[in-house]
């Protein structure tokens, strides 16, 4: 079976010649005689790997010397304790947006530690909306969004003025897909399995005043300053997967980098949106203004019609297009290395599914 266009929220699609390169070093890796997955990590040449993998990030994502770039295990998730764990410290305080299952999970593990203010919400209307994000009061240890909720399809384009008060954001869903001005934020963090390479990597982009602010009390895995004292290696990282954010951090820079893959999203996304706004049978479920380029949800006429779509469309050959269980209909994943033409193909495909199925 030939290689399909896979719409998948993550773990998602990675690009086909990444894939082949990896498939060429898989059993031996240049001169190492093994495979990376076989090498310790405590090797010269796996530290070349991880070295080199941290200073394309550095040059890709243009993060600033005083920030400390964290390869850590245990997903998206295990931050929203460690980030409260680390840094609701001083007042025991954190404001909160929620814009989203993402959100409200981050909020649920912040309250096992402090007092959560939810500065805004959306969830009035489905968090179909981004709402207006307000600065914070004084008191606060830190300020926390989601930039894109790969669920219900919304992001985040006007950042809060925070003052002070650092801005911790999971970027899990967006990460290098548009430009980011990385002096903004205090944490930046994200499971790669999106845009930057396979799960089982959660990537840390923390300032560097940030680190050393937790309680002795915090278990020392779980502690930031650990990692950032060993360069990720306080244990076994997971060497693999860092290998290949690596090659996806080569990929992005053959791909005119951050802005240069900014204008292929906008592109994809233009397409399928400006469709959907057209057809009388789709609809794009999002405020247009807060639409995001990476997850596209949107629904047919009736859950009957939805599920043939999913259906046909899979045996064409365009995958997981089912919306996320919590809110059915469809949606699109069309993160980085989704090519233009996975999205042509779906539009042309989507139009014939209108044509036939109309007033059925
Ligand atoms: N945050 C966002 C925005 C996500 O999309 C996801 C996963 N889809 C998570 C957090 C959780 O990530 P993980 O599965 O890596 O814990």
């Not at 970027?171 to 499971?191: C, K, L, Q, T």
């Not at 609809?283 to 639409?291: E, G, I, L, M, S």
Request: hydrophobic share 40%; net charge negative.
């Amino acid at each position: 079976m030939s290689r399909v266009f896979n719409f998948s929220a993550g773990p998602s699609a990675l690009p086909e010649e990444i894939l082949k390169e990896a498939a060429n070093e898989m059993v031996e890796f240049r001169s190492a005689g093994m495979s990376v997955m076989e090498m310790s990590h405590r090797s010269s040449d796996y530290q070349a790997i991880i070295d080199e993998t941290e200073a394309s990030i550095r040059s890709v994502f243009g993060v600033p010397n005083h920030y400390k770039v964290l390869f850590l295990q245990g997903g998206a998730s295990l931050q929203f304790a460690m980030v409260p764990l680390n840094l609701m410290v001083d007042h025991k305080k954190a404001y909160y947006i929620n814009t989203g299952a993402w959100t409200k999970k981050a909020i649920a593990e912040a309250k096992k530690f402090g007092e959560v203010i939810v500065g805004a919400d959306s969830s009035d209307e489905t968090f179909n909306y981004t709402p207006q994000l307000p600065t914070p009061p004084n008191g606060v240890d830190y300020y926390y969004i989601c930039s894109n909720n790969t669920i219900y399809g919304t992001r985040i384009t006007d950042l809060p003025q925070t003052g002070e008060v650092p801005l911790i954001a999971d970027m899990s869903s967006n990460i290098m897909s548009e430009p980011v001005d990385v002096s903004r934020y205090g944490m930046i963090f994200a499971g790669a399995q999106k845009n930057l390479g396979p799960a089982g990597v959660t990537l840390i982009i923390i300032r560097e005043d940030l680190i050393g602010k937790a309680p002795d009390s915090v278990p020392t895995m779980l502690n930031y300053k650990t990692h950032a004292d060993s360069g990720s290696m306080f244990n076994t990282p997971p060497t693999y997967g860092i290998y290949m954010v690596g090659k996806m951090m080569k990929w992005l820079q053959a791909n005119g980098g951050i802005e240069g893959i900014y204008q292929k999203n906008r592109e994809k996304a233009d397409l399928l949106y400006q469709f959907l706004d057209e057809s009388s049978f789709f609809n794009a479920t999002v405020n247009p203004k807060d639409r995001s380029l990476m997850n596209v949800p949107f629904l047919g006429p009736n859950d009957e019609l939805n599920a043939k779509f999913v259906k046909e469309a899979s045996q064409a050959g365009l995958v997981n297009l089912k919306g996320h269980r919590s809110v059915g209909g469809m949606r699109a994943s069309i993160y980085n290395a989704m090519p233009l033409e996975g999205v042509q193909k779906l539009v042309a495909f989507m139009k014939q599914f209108e044509k036939e199925n109309q007033g059925a």
